[in-house]
C-alpha cells in the first residue's frame, strides 16, 4: 500500500504514533481510516451568547492557538451550551452556522475612506479615521448647537447630525455609547428597537 | 417577556399572533413544544400566512394583515357578552370601577379633543373623576356607566362577529373557535401566554394591537401567573439591552425621560415623572425616579453635577419633538443633516422606502459606518447595477468604513427578551485591525474631548466634565463599565429606618436600586441593572441551571432585571388575601406568619406589604391596577380602536369611513403622495423573515446563503393562476415606491381572504437580500415599503402595505 511522506507524519502527529502497528513503521490504509484526532482536543473553550435572535442561546466556542504571545487564536468550532437551560445545547439553522459569519469574507479589516465623488475605498489608520470624523463632528457641532430657542428656552441639543446604534452590541459598548453621544447633545439617536 | 423562555412550558394555552416563533424564535419554541407535550396545552396561531408556527399549532385562523385590532377588540366583546372573565382579578386589580370623565367621548372613528390641522388630540377629557383628596373615584359595583368597565363593554359592542370577519377576512367559525378556546383560560387555574413580535410592531396602529391583547389577558387574569403573560419576543440579541440602556431619541437609562423643552424647571421635570399613587397605599414605584435621575447624573459627570446645579439637568439636550429615524431621515433627504453613524446597523436595507433612504444618505456631509461586516449602507454610493442604480460622481458624502469586533471577540453582556442580563467570553481576537466598539468610541470621544479643550468651541461643558474613569481611558473594560451601570456608593449608605445601619460603604458596588438615593450619595448608570454587579461579583455570569421549583425557574444563571425578578407583576398570581390562584403553579405567596411575601420567584412586591393593604400588584402605575382604559398614554386613544394600514386595501374602514387610517399617526407630505392605492396597487405586501436567515446579516455567512441563497416572494394559487405565474418564474412585485424582482414561490400557505366584499390576497416578501454578501444578489425588499410608523413608537408599517405583480 502507498503511504506517503505526509500522510505517515500526519499519522505520527495523530497519536497513533502510540499504537504497535505504526510503531513498526507500517501504518496501513486500514489503520490510517480508523483513528482521526479529535479535533477539539487541544481547542480551548469560551462560553457566549448567540448575537442573532433575543432568545440568547448559550453557545460554547472552540479556538486553536496556545495563548503564547504572538499567537492569535482562531475559533475552529462553535456549538450550542447543553448546560444552557433555555437552548439545552439546541443551536437553529443561524447559532449553527456561526463559525461562517465569524469568519466571514465579508469582514472588515481595517479602516477605509471613500472620498466624495469617489468609486472606491482607500485604507487608511485609525488614528487618522479618529482625527478626521473628529473633525468633522466638531465642525458640525460647533456650528450647529443650540443652546437656546428663539424664546430663550434652554435646550443645548444638536440636530444635524444623528447616530444609530447597535443592538448586538453588548450593554457595556450601548452604555458607553450612550454615554459619549448624549454628552455632545444629540438627539437624533436610536438602535433596531426603532423598527 | 413579563415572563420567560422556560416558563412557557407551564401554559395551558399558547397563542401565537403577530408574530411566528417556530420560525423567529426556534431555540425558545421548544418551551411551547413542552407545554404542548406535559402540560397539555394548545397551541393556536392567528397569522396571515400559514407559517410553520401554524403548521404545528392545534388551531390556525387566518387573518388580513393590519386588522388585528378588528379580531382582538371582537374577542374583548366576546368575552364581557359571555362573562368569560377573571372576575376577582379585573375587580381588584384593574381600573374596571374607576370613573372616567364625563368629558370622554367616542364618536364616529374619533374620540373626544381631536385636532383634524395638527393630527393630534388635546387629552385632557380621557382622564378619570377624582375626589377632593386626588384620589380616583370608583364604583365597585360596576354599575355606573361611566365606569371603566362599562365603557369599555360599549365600545367594544361594535366588534361584532360580523364586524370582526368583514374587517378581518377570518371566517366567523375560525375566529369563534378561537375565542372559545381563549375564553377558558378566564379560571383562576387555567393560564395561557402570548408570544408576538413584529406582525404587530410593524404597523401604524402597532401598539394599540399589544395593547389589546394585554387588556384580553388582563382580563382573563392572566399576568403574573407562571405561563401565562405578554411575551413580546424580540428581534436582537441585544435589542432588549439597548432598550434599557434608553439609546432612543428621547430616552435615559432605565426607561427615564428627557426633558422638554419647556420643561425649565427642574423640579417639575421630576415631579411630572415621580408619579404619586392615585389609589390610597398604592406603591407607584416612579415615585423613586428623582434617585434614578440623581444617580445616572453622579455617574455621568461625578464631581461636576451638584445640588446646586440640579445635577447638571441643564447639560441633557431636550426635545421639540421626538427624533426618531424616520423623522432624522426626512430632515436628512430635506438637507438638513449634515452627519450621521450607523453602528451596527444598515439602515439602507432596513428602513422603509429605500429610493428615500438612498438619496437621503447621498446629501450627507459625512457617514461613519462601524461595523464587522461591509454593508450596503456603507456602499451606498456604489453603482451595483439594479440593485443599487446610483452615479457615485454625484455623491459628495464622505464615508468612514470602520471595522468592528464581533461578539467572540470580547466579553461582555447581553439582554435576552426575558430581560436575563449574560455574561459572554471573548474566544479570539478579530481580523485584521478591527477594535471592539468601546474602543472606538473611546478613540473618538477623547479626540473630541482633546480638541475642546485646546480650541474651544460650541457649549464644551459635558463633554470636558463627562466621567472617563477607565484604566485605559483608550479602551474602557466591559468590566469596568459594568460596575458603573450596576451603581455605588459615593458616601456611605444607611438604612432609611436606621440611620447606625450602613448598607453599603462609600466605594462599594450597591446591591440594587432599593439602596439608590437623590442626595447625591449614589452613582448608577441604569438604575434597572442595579443588582447585576454587586460585591458578590458579576451576577450575570452565573452558571447555576438548578430549577428547584420545577417550574422552569433558574433564578442563580445570571441575573434579571429588575432585582432579579422572573416573572413580572407576580403579585397579580395571588388573590386579594395572597393565596395563589393555582396551587399547582405557585410563584409567590403570603405568609401569614412571616409576615412577608415569599416564593419561588423575587416578589414583585414591597416585602412586608400585608394583603389586606390592598397595595395593587401593578406597582409601576400611580393606580396600583392594570389600565383597560389608558387614559392620556397612547396617541390615539384610551381604547384600542380599528384603524386601516395607511395603504389599504379596502379604501374606507368598515366600522366608520369618516375615520379610515390612525387619526394621530405623523406622516410627512412627501411621504402621503408616496402612498399607493387599491386601484393600481391591489393586493396587500407584508414582510418578513426566514429561519435560515437573520436580517441582511447571514447573506454574509456561507452556510445560511446555501441553505436560503436566492431571493423569493410568495404568492397564493388563485392569484399565481390569474397572473400565468407558475412556481420558478421570475416575477416583478411593485408598489408606488419601486419594485424588486424575485423568484415566485406558488404556495398553499396564503388564502384569498374576503373582506368587506372584496376578494384580498397577500403577497409575502422575505428581506434578506440585497447587493453585498455570498448569496445570490437581489432587490432590497424595503424598495416597496412605505414612510410611514406608528402614533406612539413610530415604527414603520413594514406588515401591510399595497403592491402588485407582473410576470417578468
Redesign the interface.
Same mark, same amino acid.
Given at each position: 500500500m502507498r503511504v506517503t511522506r505526509r500522510s505517515f507524519f500526519k499519522v505520527c502527529a495523530s497519536g497513533l504514533g502510540s499504537s504497535s502497528v505504526a510503531m513498526l513503521g507500517f501504518p496501513t490504509l486500514d489503520v490510517l481510516a480508523e483513528v482521526r484526532e479529535f479535533k477539539l482536543t487541544r481547542t480551548?473553550e469560551?462560553?457566549?451568547?448567540?448575537?442573532?435572535?433575543?432568545?440568547?442561546?448559550?453557545i460554547i #466556542?472552540?479556538?486553536m492557538?496556545d495563548k503564547a504571545k504572538n499567537a492569535?487564536?482562531?475559533?475552529v468550532h462553535?456549538e450550542?451550551d447543553a448546560?444552557?437551560?433555555?437552548?439545552?445545547g439546541?443551536?437553529?439553522?443561524?447559532?449553527?452556522? &456561526?463559525l461562517?459569519?465569524?469568519h466571514?469574507?465579508?469582514?472588515?479589516? /481595517?479602516?477605509? /475612506?471613500?472620498?466624495?465623488?469617489?468609486?472606491a475605498?482607500t485604507r487608511?489608520s485609525?488614528d487618522d479615521?479618529?482625527?478626521?470624523?473628529?473633525? &468633522?463632528?466638531?465642525a458640525?457641532?460647533?456650528?450647529?448647537?443650540i443652546?437656546r430657542?428663539a424664546d430663550g428656552?434652554?435646550?443645548?441639543?444638536? &440636530?444635524?447630525?444623528?447616530?444609530?446604534?447597535?443592538?448586538?452590541?453588548?450593554?457595556?459598548?450601548?452604555?458607553?455609547?450612550?454615554? #459619549?453621544?448624549?454628552?455632545?447633545? #444629540?438627539?437624533?439617536?436610536?438602535?433596531?428597537?426603532?423598527? | 417577556m413579563t415572563n420567560h423562555w422556560v416558563d412557557i412550558k407551564n401554559a395551558d394555552l399558547v397563542v401565537v399572533m403577530g408574530g411566528n416563533a417556530a420560525e423567529a424564535h426556534p431555540c425558545g419554541f421548544k418551551w411551547v413544544t413542552e407545554a404542548k407535550a406535559h402540560n397539555n396545552a394548545k397551541l393556536i396561531v392567528v397569522d396571515p400566512r400559514f407559517t410553520r408556527s401554524a403548521a404545528v399549532a392545534d388551531y390556525y385562523a387566518p387573518i388580513r394583515s393590519g386588522s388585528d385590532i378588528a379580531f382582538l377588540g371582537g374577542l374583548i366583546n366576546y368575552l364581557l357578552t359571555h362573562d368569560k372573565i377573571q372576575h376577582e382579578y379585573v375587580k381588584k386589580y384593574t381600573d374596571a370601577s374607576f370613573l372616567v370623565s364625563d368629558a370622554y367621548r367616542f364618536d364616529d372613528g374619533l374620540f373626544s379633543g381631536y385636532d383634524k390641522d395638527k393630527r393630534s388630540y388635546d387629552k385632557a377629557s380621557w382622564s378619570y373623576q377624582k375626589g377632593p383628596d386626588g384620589f380616583v373615584l370608583v364604583d365597585e359595583t360596576l354599575q355606573n356607566p361611566r365606569c371603566v368597565f362599562n365603557l369599555m363593554k360599549e365600545h367594544y359592542s361594535r366588534y361584532t362577529v360580523e364586524m370582526v370577519n368583514r374587517i378581518t377576512g377570518t371566517p366567523s367559525e375560525q375566529f369563534l373557535t378561537v375565542c372559545g378556546m381563549v375564553a377558558e383560560t378566564c379560571v383562576p387555574d387555567k393560564a395561557m401566554t402570548i408570544l408576538y413580535a413584529l406582525g404587530w410592531t410593524q404597523h401604524s396602529t402597532g401598539s394599540q394591537m399589544i395593547r389589546t391583547m394585554a387588556m384580553v389577558q388582563t382580563l382573563l387574569g392572566n399576568i403574573g401567573l407562571s405561563g401565562g403573560g405578554i411575551n413580546a419576543l424580540r428581534g436582537h440579541s441585544n435589542i432588549q439591552g439597548l432598550t434599557d440602556l434608553g439609546l432612543m431619541s428621547n430616552l435615559l437609562p432605565g426607561y427615564m425621560t428627557l426633558a422638554g423643552e419647556k420643561e425649565q424647571d427642574f423640579q417639575g421635570y421630576l415631579d411630572k415623572r415621580a408619579t404619586k399613587p392615585l389609589r390610597p397605599g398604592q406603591m407607584s414605584f416612579w415615585q423613586n425616579y428623582p434617585s434614578f435621575h440623581v444617580s445616572l447624573m453622579k455617574s455621568w459627570y461625578g464631581e461636576a453635577a451638584t445640588k446646586e446645579n440640579n445635577w447638571c439637568y441643564e447639560w441633557l439636550p431636550k426635545l421639540d419633538k421626538p427624533y426618531d429615524v424616520l423623522q432624522v431621515f426626512e430632515l436628512m433627504h430635506q438637507g438638513k443633516m449634515n452627519g450621521y453613524f450607523a453602528q451596527g446597523f444598515n439602515p439602507l436595507a432596513s428602513f422603509p422606502n429605500k429610493a428615500k433612504i438612498g438619496e437621503a444618505l447621498a446629501k450627507l456631509k459625512y457617514l461613519v459606518v462601524i461595523d464587522p461586516l461591509a454593508t450596503e449602507t456603507s456602499e451606498f454610493w456604489k453603482n451595483f447595477g439594479a440593485f443599487n442604480n446610483v452615479e457615485p460622481a454625484k455623491i459628495q458624502t464622505e464615508v468612514f468604513r470602520l471595522p468592528s469586533t464581533c461578539f467572540a471577540e470580547e466579553d461582555g453582556s447581553l439582554v435576552n427578551s426575558s430581560r436575563v442580563l449574560q455574561w459572554h467570553y471573548k474566544g479570539a481576537d478579530a481580523p485584521g485591525e478591527a477594535r471592539g466598539d468601546a474602543e472606538i468610541i473611546a478613540g473618538l470621544f477623547l479626540k473630541l474631548r482633546e480638541m475642546y479643550r485646546k480650541e474651544g468651541g460650541a457649549f464644551p461643558d459635558p463633554v470636558l466634565n463627562l466621567t472617563w474613569p477607565y484604566q485605559i481611558p483608550e479602551s474602557p473594560a466591559p468590566e469596568e463599565l459594568a460596575r458603573e451601570f450596576n451603581g455605588k456608593a459615593l458616601a456611605d449608605v444607611t438604612d432609611p429606618k436606621d440611620a447606625t445601619k450602613v448598607l453599603a460603604k462609600a466605594g462599594e458596588q450597591l446591591a440594587g436600586f432599593a439602596q439608590l438615593r437623590a442626595d447625591g450619595s449614589t452613582a448608577c448608570g441604569c438604575w434597572i441593572f442595579s443588582g447585576a454587579w454587586t460585591q458578590a461579583g458579576n451576577l450575570m455570569a452565573r452558571r447555576d441551571n438548578s430549577d428547584p421549583s420545577g417550574l422552569g425557574n433558574t433564578p442563580n444563571w445570571a441575573f434579571a432585571w429588575p432585582a432579579n425578578r422572573r416573572i413580572l407583576y407576580n403579585r397579580a398570581s395571588c388573590d386579594s388575601a395572597g393565596k395563589p390562584w393555582d396551587p399547582r403553579r405557585k410563584v409567590i405567596s403570603w405568609s401569614a406568619r412571616e409576615k412577608k411575601w415569599q416564593g419561588m420567584d423575587v416578589p414583585d412586591m414591597r416585602l412586608d406589604a400585608d394583603p389586606a393593604e390592598n397595595v395593587g400588584p401593578f406597582i409601576m402605575n400611580p393606580e396600583g391596577v392594570a389600565r383597560l382604559f389608558g387614559i392620556d398614554k397612547m396617541a390615539e386613544g384610551p381604547f384600542p380602536e380599528h384603524y386601516e394600514p395607511f395603504e389599504t386595501p379596502l379604501d374606507t374602514n368598515p366600522l366608520h369611513p369618516a375615520a379610515v387610517s390612525n387619526p394621530a399617526a405623523r406622516v410627512f407630505k412627501g411621504d402621503l403622495a408616496e402612498f399607493g392605492t387599491s386601484k393600481d396597487f391591489p393586493y396587500v405586501g407584508t414582510t418578513y423573515r426566514l429561519t435560515e436567515h437573520f436580517h441582511f446579516w447571514t447573506k454574509h455567512v456561507k452556510l445560511n446563503a446555501i441553505t436560503q441563497p436566492e431571493q423569493f416572494v410568495e404568492i397564493d394559487e388563485e392569484l399565481a393562476r390569474a397572473k400565468g405565474v407558475s412556481s420558478g418564474d421570475l416575477i416583478k412585485v411593485s408598489s408606488k415606491r419601486g419594485h424588486i424582482k424575485a423568484v415566485a414561490v406558488v404556495t398553499k400557505r396564503l388564502k384569498v381572504l374576503e373582506v368587506n366584499g372584496r376578494k384580498i390576497h397577500t403577497v409575502g416578501i422575505p428581506i434578506h437580500w440585497g447587493f453585498k454578501g455570498v448569496a445570490k444578489n437581489g432587490y432590497l425588499a424595503n424598495t416597496l415599503t412605505p414612510f410611514v410608523g406608528d402614533a406612539n413608537t413610530q415604527t414603520p408599517e413594514f406588515k401591510s402595505f399595497l403592491v402588485t405583480i407582473d410576470k417578468v
Open positions: 480551548s469560551a462560553r457566549n451568547t448567540c448575537p442573532y435572535c433575543a432568545v440568547g442561546c448559550g #466556542m472552540h479556538s492557538g492569535k487564536s482562531s475559533i462553535i450550542g448546560d444552557h437551560p433555555v437552548n439545552r439546541t443551536l437553529c439553522p443561524k447559532g449553527a452556522s &456561526l461562517d459569519f465569524v466571514s469574507e465579508s469582514r472588515l479589516h /481595517y479602516p477605509e /475612506y471613500r472620498a466624495p465623488g469617489s468609486n475605498w487608511i485609525w479615521a479618529f482625527t478626521r470624523i473628529a473633525k &468633522l463632528v466638531k458640525d457641532r460647533d456650528q450647529n448647537f443652546p430657542t428656552l434652554t435646550v443645548n441639543r444638536w &440636530l444635524t447630525t444623528g447616530f444609530l446604534a447597535a443592538s448586538a452590541s453588548s450593554n457595556e459598548s450601548g452604555y458607553l455609547t450612550h454615554k #459619549m453621544v448624549r454628552s455632545l447633545g #444629540m438627539l437624533a439617536f436610536d438602535n433596531q428597537a426603532r423598527v | -
